[in-house]
């Protein structure tokens, strides 16, 4: 069983920042194309970030300029690095691993609440 392993989620005031970090196994991560995605109550899942292996990033327009995606690779991590939020990007935000070994696999982890307030 892979397994995504999600930190760093929690209560902030609007303007704030937040640092999340998604762990994975040496052989998962070495192998995956990272990402982030969130969902909010009543919203459909949506892409927030991705970092290739190579190290190519992607953000969703919504938050170019104020996060950051960055991976870690003797540590096995990527990282969300959040700045000035906002109310709107109160979700549950997920990690994502997608790759391929023998076959492709999109493996998901199981969510790191973020709740900023007004």
């Known amino acids: 069983q892979v397994q995504l392993v999600e930190s760093g989620g929690g209560l902030v005031q609007a303007g704030g920042s937040l640092r999340l970090s998604c762990a994975a196994s040496r052989i998962i991560f070495s192998i995956s194309d990272m990402g982030w995605y969130r969902q909010a109550p009543g919203k459909q899942r949506e892409l927030v970030a991705t970092?290739?292996?190579?190290?190519?990033?992607n953000y969703a327009d919504f938050v170019k300029g104020r996060f950051t995606i960055s991976r870690d690779n003797a540590k096995n991590t990527v990282y969300l690095q959040m700045n000035s939020l906002n109310a709107e990007d109160t979700a549950v935000y997920h990690c994502?691993?997608?790759?391929?070994?023998?076959?492709?696999?999109?493996?998901w982890g199981q969510g790191t609440q973020v709740t900023v307030s007004s």
């Open positions: 994502n691993a997608r790759g391929s070994l023998y076959s492709s696999f999109d493996y």
């Open positions: 970092i290739t292996r190579g190290g190519i990033r």
